[in-house]
């Protein structure tokens, strides 16, 4: 999501009347404050710049410039919330720069403060703000005394000034700014995701598989020692230990399937799709209508794993009442659609955990994905998925 330039009509300060309003007011102490506040930021700034700059010969300059501009951040917060008090002006906060363990060590955390957008913007808005600062103020002040008449329309100029140089340099770096945020918030969904699916799998084959195979080995040994006493007791008990052999087989192909069913590579979505709309409990029309060209692998397997958790959705949720599901997938544009829809009693929350919605919501997001979920209780549930096309390489 990106921090637009347009102005939001609720952050528009209303129109200027004769009568001084609270409105008028707020614009007035804000230019009045500008001058002492201005100083203070001028003066940081150019000490700031002056001594970082002749120490950067030296081995503590660059550290003492990625401090000074981490402490120009924080000015520019000030600065922020001073303008949404008495401007009106919300303004994102920008992404905070991760500490040396996130950044990779010492160095490339300081080679990334030092560059940072936001502290430099932050210390060209100290500097150019002081003559400003002189004019507002003084503008303001002789307007208390002699321009009273006039005095909101010339304070709804200045301040009109101040707004926008407040968002042209103290907001953040609009897309880039905002893609780094959400692309820090999905590599976490991702690592937590991946570090789910590995705790599941261990799971499962400790409690499946693992424990079948287990009885199988301890059935067989006792087998091997009847077989020359108890033949036919034996013969029973290998019996008994095939037919275990059979479920932890299946119950391996199912684990199997889940972290990525060999129909799928084989096939194509068509055919695994098909494989996952026969395991449901209600009747799934399956319908997909894609090119020859597949998406790339990582694609592919997120759009199978959209649709075998929705459709394990039907089967929990849509209720008895539930007739039918169908499952939609075409490609629009350098997009990849998914609709699943049913018929039963509706009501599903994307918000909750309950019905795993939430998590698909992380893992779409993860890829630039959306998750659109209408689910009017007694109508029926339908999910739409967009995920990006991506060619396979």
Not at 3 to 17: E, G, K
Not at 63 to 70: D, E, S, T
Not at 282 to 311: C, Q, T
Request: with cysteine.
């Amino acid at each position: 999501m990106t921090t637009s330039r347009a102005i939001p009509d609720n952050d528009r300060p209303p129109p200027v009347r004769a009568a001084f309003s609270a409105v008028t007011w707020k614009e007035i102490a804000h230019l009045l404050t500008n001058l002492p506040l201005a100083i203070v930021g001028f003066v940081y700034a150019v000490v700031m710049v002056s001594v970082t700059g002749g120490l950067s010969v030296t081995a503590i300059g660059i550290p003492l410039l990625a401090c000074g501009l981490y402490l120009s951040r924080q000015m520019g917060r000030l600065d922020r919330a001073r303008a949404r008090v008495l401007l009106g002006v919300r303004v994102d906060e920008p992404t905070p720069i991760p500490g040396p363990k996130r950044s990779g060590g010492f160095f490339p955390w300081l080679w990334t403060s030092i560059k940072d957008p936001v502290g430099w913007r932050t210390v060209l808005y100290q500097l150019i703000r002081l003559p400003w600062g002189v004019l507002t103020f003084t503008v303001a002040l002789t307007g208390l005394f002699v321009l009273w008449p006039v005095l909101p329309y010339v304070a709804r100029l200045l301040a009109n000034a101040d707004r926008a140089m407040v968002r042209g340099l103290l907001s953040p770096s609009d897309d880039l700014e905002r893609r780094i945020a959400e692309l820090e918030s999905d590599r976490g969904v991702v690592v937590d995701t991946a570090a789910a699916d590995l705790r599941r799998i261990e799971r499962d084959l400790h409690d499946g598989a693992q424990a079948r195979l287990v009885a199988l080995a301890m059935g067989l040994g006792l087998a091997k020692e009847k077989l020359l006493e108890d033949p036919e007791g034996a013969a029973a008990m290998v019996d008994e230990a095939h037919g275990e052999v059979k479920l932890a087989l299946q119950e391996l192909r199912d684990l199997a399937r889940g972290i990525h069913p060999a129909v799928l590579t084989d096939r194509g979505l068509d055919a695994a799709l098909s494989s996952v709309a026969a395991r449901c409990v209600v009747p799934v029309k399956v319908a997909v209508d894609l090119p020859e060209a597949r998406p790339a692998e990582a694609i592919e397997g997120i759009a199978y794993f959209v649709v075998s958790e929705l459709l394990q959705n039907v089967s929990k949720h849509a209720g008895p009442g539930a007739r039918g599901a169908s499952v939609e997938v075409w490609r629009a544009g350098a997009r990849l659609l998914i609709r699943v829809s049913d018929d039963g009693r509706g009501g599903a929350d994307a918000s909750g955990g309950g019905s795993g919605l939430a998590g698909l919501t992380g893992r779409l997001d993860a890829v630039d994905g959306v998750l659109v979920v209408d689910s009017p209780a007694g109508v029926g549930t339908t999910v739409t998925a967009e995920l990006p096309w991506r060619d396979r390489g």
